[in-house]
């Protein structure tokens, strides 16, 4: 790990998230194509791994013994690319090729391109498989890394989100951790009217899962959080996160627009302005 | 020199003075045919209360949610779960109901194809399948959502009936004739705009392909978004000297084996065209039938062994060689090999043998 990096504190992380929030609606809005809402619901999520509890190394983003991440509600990835460029895996100026002919960063994360992209996502419901069996390896060659995944509250709907539950619960895979970015909307609509996949606690502890529950946007409980999921044993964790989708830019947030569309430049402006000025 | 429009069947005006132009279709009217299906299953559910129709999250993007709100009884939106979508639409049309299932082609022929197959096909029941972002339309979303594939996929299947039309006048007429139509049934659609290409008149029927523009000395046989740049490349081949036949075959299952083999009796030379992976699609199908019947010169136009990537549509099937220069460069190279196979004896009817198209390195 490289020996510059301090794991950042909670005010610190705080600051950090809003610096990803504004990457996110500068490459979106450039990109002219993407989707803002659940990657500002998973901001301070993807923050507080990148900046505080992930062990990887921007210098040596293939260090076999890192901790892995991944965001298997993979249409998310501007929040993926912000956290990696901040973090130094690849220059900045790459955020502004998002979607672009020969960008570096895919419309969805590829593993290929992307240096710190542990696993290609985009089709929901397999990236928390990958992260299972990313898990199940680490247990077989006594690896002491940490898997975390990242999965969407729609994408819960997918049946393979199940099994893997299933399997993590069998292979007690204390080394996994899902964290459910639990914001409410999907792409069409709101969660509990379109398909409802609550009570999600309850479905995940009778799948065999420590379950903490959090504000998603409240960084000391999302630190306190993660780092209890590290200490549990015997079982894998699922941490729900309540999250508000578009979370920080008024216009977006709650609102199922906002899935998988582009800022205006207007827009983009008062987002922006939004974000820096909050407290 | 310009267009002429006698060589053509059912192409809009509009788009025939164009076609010898650098870019012909910067300023025709577009649409992407998801929409024109959303247009279409309106008036289907409106005259047959049989008619159902299923979404798995993707409703807001090809805008069944308008079929949601007209008749809220008659649509289920499953949330993200393409499985259980199309085992459920089995079950429904076992009882009577018509059944249209959506979702984008990579999650309709590749997550839920299990169901697709062995629930579905292998009982023959009567859901249709209407998948967008098929081939390589969905630019930007990047390779996971690129259907490159599904045309094959669906093709392989016992049963399978699988349809692709060019434009939103040709799609409208498809998504009619399926419902008619008893067993399943697969339709592709572009998650990009393309050009409205034809007139009211253009005669849709399953398994008929249509030719929509005479030619003698090569035949292009299309789908999908490359339609329309075969025809561009067929008025580039005339500035050449070159009269090439057009064929769209909008029903890629079953094969309108009629109309290509007399093209292929008729014209000596074929080049397929299609935004799909070229194993085991439109130009596998062709190949497949005419080494049985007639093997003449044939060049494919489609997807190599390869995924693409994120850029706008555009761009993206520029650098994986679909649109016109692509065709261009297949259609003189199988030119070249027609006059070699055939020694200069294929009958041919015109006046402009001395021309030789010259690679252009395109
Ligand atoms: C298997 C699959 N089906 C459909 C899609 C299209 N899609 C992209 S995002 C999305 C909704 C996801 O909702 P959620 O997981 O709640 O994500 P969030 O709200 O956090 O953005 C859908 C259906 C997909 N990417 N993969």
Same mark, same amino acid.
Not at chain 1, 131 to 150: E, F, N, P, Q, T
Not at chain 1, 206 to 222: K, P, R, T
Not at chain 2, 128 to 148: M, N
Not at chain 2, 155 to 171: F, G, K
């Given at each position: 790990?490289?020996?510059?990096?301090?794991?950042?504190?909670?005010?610190?992380?705080?600051?950090?998230?809003?610096?990803?929030?504004?990457?996110?609606?500068?490459?979106?809005?450039?990109?002219?194509?993407?989707?803002?809402?659940?990657?500002?619901?998973?901001?301070?999520?993807?923050?507080?791994?990148?900046?505080?509890?992930?062990?990887?190394?921007?210098?040596?983003?293939?260090?076999?013994?890192?901790?892995?991440?991944?965001?298997?509600?993979?249409?998310?990835?501007?929040?993926?690319?912000?956290?990696?460029?901040?973090?130094?895996?690849?220059?900045?100026?790459?955020?502004?090729?998002?979607?672009?002919?020969?960008?570096?960063?895919?419309?969805?994360?590829?593993?290929?391109?992307?240096?710190?992209?542990?696993?290609?996502?985009?089709?929901?419901?397999?990236?928390?498989?990958?992260?299972?069996?990313?898990? %199940?390896?680490? #247990?077989? /060659?006594?690896?002491?890394? *940490? +898997?975390?995944?990242?999965? @969407?509250?729609?994408?819960? !709907?997918?049946?393979?989100?199940?099994?893997?539950?299933?399997?993590?619960?069998?292979?007690?895979?204390?080394?996994?951790?899902?964290?459910?970015?639990?914001?409410?909307?999907?792409?069409?609509?709101?969660?509990?009217?379109?398909?409802?996949?609550?009570? %999600?606690?309850? #479905?995940? /502890?009778?799948?065999?899962? *420590? +379950?903490?529950?959090?504000? @998603?946007?409240?960084?000391? !409980?999302?630190?306190?959080?993660?780092?209890?999921?590290?200490?549990?044993?015997?079982?894998?964790?699922?941490?729900?996160?309540?999250?508000?989708?578009?979370?920080?830019?008024?216009?977006?947030?709650?609102?199922?627009?906002?899935?998988?569309?582009?800022?205006?430049?207007?827009?983009?402006?008062?987002?922006?302005?939004?974000?820096?000025?909050?407290? | 020199?310009?267009?002429?429009?006698?060589?053509?069947?059912?192409?809009?005006?509009?788009?025939?003075?164009?076609?010898?132009?650098?870019?012909?279709?910067?300023?025709?009217?577009?649409?992407?045919?998801?929409?024109?299906?959303?247009?279409?299953?309106?008036?289907?559910?409106?005259?047959?209360?049989?008619?159902?129709?299923?979404?798995?999250?993707?409703?807001?993007?090809?805008?069944?949610?308008?079929?949601?709100?007209?008749?809220?009884?008659?649509?289920?939106?499953?949330?993200?779960?393409?499985?259980?979508?199309?085992?459920?639409?089995?079950?429904?049309?076992?009882?009577?109901?018509?059944?249209?299932?959506?979702?984008?082609?990579?999650?309709?022929?590749?997550?839920?194809?299990?169901?697709?197959?062995?629930?579905?096909?292998?009982?023959?029941?009567?859901?249709?399948?209407?998948?967008?972002?098929?081939?390589?339309?969905?630019?930007?979303?990047?390779?996971?959502?690129?259907?490159?594939?599904?045309?094959?996929?669906?093709?392989?299947?016992?049963?399978?009936?699988?349809?692709?039309?060019?434009?939103?006048?040709?799609?409208?007429?498809?998504?009619?004739?399926?419902?008619?139509?008893?067993?399943?049934?697969?339709?592709?659609?572009?998650?990009?705009?393309?050009?409205?290409?034809?007139?009211?008149?253009?005669?849709?029927?399953?398994?008929?392909?249509?030719?929509?523009?005479?030619?003698?000395?090569?035949?292009?046989?299309?789908?999908?978004?490359?339609?329309?740049?075969?025809?561009?490349?067929?008025?580039?081949?005339?500035?050449?000297?070159?009269?090439?036949?057009?064929?769209?075959?909008?029903?890629?299952?079953?094969?309108?084996?009629?109309?290509?083999?007399?093209?292929?009796?008729?014209?000596?030379?074929?080049?397929?065209?299609?935004?799909?992976?070229?194993?085991?699609?439109?130009?596998?199908?062709?190949?497949?039938?005419?080494?049985?019947?007639?093997?003449?010169?044939?060049?494919?136009?489609?997807?190599?062994?390869?995924?693409?990537?994120?850029?706008?549509?555009?761009?993206?099937?520029?650098?994986?060689?679909?649109?016109?220069?692509?065709?261009?460069?297949?259609?003189?190279?199988?030119?070249?090999?027609?006059?070699?196979?055939?020694?200069?004896?294929?009958?041919?009817?015109?006046?402009?043998?001395?021309?030789?198209?010259?690679?252009?390195?395109?």
């Amino acid at each position: 790990m490289s020996s510059d990096f301090k794991p950042m504190s909670v005010p610190e992380l705080k600051e950090m998230a809003k610096i990803i929030r504004t990457d996110i609606i500068e490459m979106i809005h450039e990109a002219q194509s993407g989707h803002p809402g659940g990657s500002l619901s998973a901001a301070d999520i993807v923050t507080a791994l990148y900046f505080r509890m992930l062990r990887v190394d921007p210098e040596n983003p293939g260090w076999p013994d890192r901790d892995r991440f991944i965001l298997s509600k993979g249409h998310a990835c501007p929040v993926w690319y912000a956290a990696l460029a901040e973090r130094g895996f690849f220059d900045k100026a790459h955020l502004r090729t998002l979607r672009k002919l020969g960008s570096i960063l895919q419309g969805h994360a590829d593993m290929k391109k992307t240096p710190g992209v542990d696993m290609t996502v985009g089709s929901l419901g397999q990236g928390i498989c990958a992260g299972v069996g990313m898990a %199940l390896s680490g #247990k077989l /060659r006594g690896k002491d890394y *940490h +898997v975390w995944v990242v999965v @969407g509250d729609g994408e819960c !709907q997918e049946g393979s989100v199940w099994e893997a539950a299933m399997a993590g619960n069998k292979w007690h895979l204390d080394n996994l951790t899902v964290i459910v970015d639990k914001n409410g909307i999907q792409n069409d609509w709101f969660v509990a009217e379109e398909m409802p996949v609550d009570p %999600l606690n309850d #479905k995940w /502890r009778a799948f065999g899962w *420590h +379950v903490l529950e959090i504000d @998603g946007h409240d960084m000391a !409980q999302i630190v306190e959080a993660l780092e209890t999921a590290l200490t549990i044993k015997g079982k894998p964790t699922c941490v729900i996160a309540h999250t508000v989708k578009g979370k920080g830019v008024s216009f977006m947030e709650n609102v199922p627009a906002w899935h998988g569309k582009a800022p205006t430049t207007e827009q983009a402006e008062i987002a922006l302005k939004e974000i820096k000025e909050a407290a | 020199m310009s267009v002429n429009p006698s060589v053509y069947h059912y192409v809009r005006p509009e788009i025939i003075e164009r076609l010898d132009r650098d870019d012909p279709f910067a300023d025709v009217e577009k649409q992407a045919t998801r929409y024109a299906y959303a247009e279409a299953i309106l008036e289907v559910g409106a005259a047959n209360p049989d008619v159902v129709v299923l979404d798995a999250d993707v409703s807001k993007s090809i805008k069944t949610n308008l079929f949601g709100e007209r008749f809220p009884e008659r649509w289920f939106n499953f949330g993200v779960a393409e499985q259980n979508m199309m085992a459920a639409a089995a079950g429904m049309a076992t009882t009577g109901l018509i059944p249209f299932a959506s979702t984008y082609a990579v999650f309709a022929t590749m997550r839920a194809l299990d169901q697709v197959r062995n629930s579905i096909h292998y009982p023959r029941l009567n859901v249709k399948i209407a998948a967008s972002h098929g081939g390589i339309t969905p630019g930007p979303d990047g390779a996971t959502h690129q259907g490159q594939e599904d045309l094959s996929i669906m093709r392989c299947i016992a049963n399978s009936t699988v349809i692709v039309p060019a434009d939103s006048v040709s799609c409208k007429k498809a998504i009619w004739a399926m419902a008619e139509y008893e067993g399943p049934a697969y339709i592709s659609f572009t998650r990009d705009p393309v050009p409205l290409l034809y007139t009211e008149d253009y005669p849709f029927e399953i398994g008929r392909a249509v030719v929509i523009r005479e030619g003698s000395d090569l035949t292009i046989v299309a789908l999908r978004d490359l339609v329309a740049f075969s025809l561009a490349a067929a008025e580039a081949l005339a500035k050449e000297g070159l009269s090439v036949r057009v064929i769209d075959c909008h029903t890629l299952k079953p094969l309108d084996e009629e109309t290509i083999l007399q093209a292929a009796r008729e014209t000596g030379a074929i080049v397929t065209a299609e935004n799909n992976v070229i194993f085991g699609g439109l130009g596998s199908a062709v190949a497949e039938l005419l080494v049985e019947h007639n093997p003449i010169p044939m060049e494919r136009v489609g997807v190599r062994d390869q995924f693409a990537e994120s850029g706008p549509y555009l761009e993206v099937i520029h650098k994986y060689g679909l649109d016109t220069p692509f065709i261009i460069e297949a259609a003189r190279k199988v030119w070249v090999r027609k006059q070699a196979f055939f020694g200069g004896k294929h009958a041919v009817s015109s006046d402009h043998r001395s021309v030789s198209p010259t690679p252009s390195g395109a």
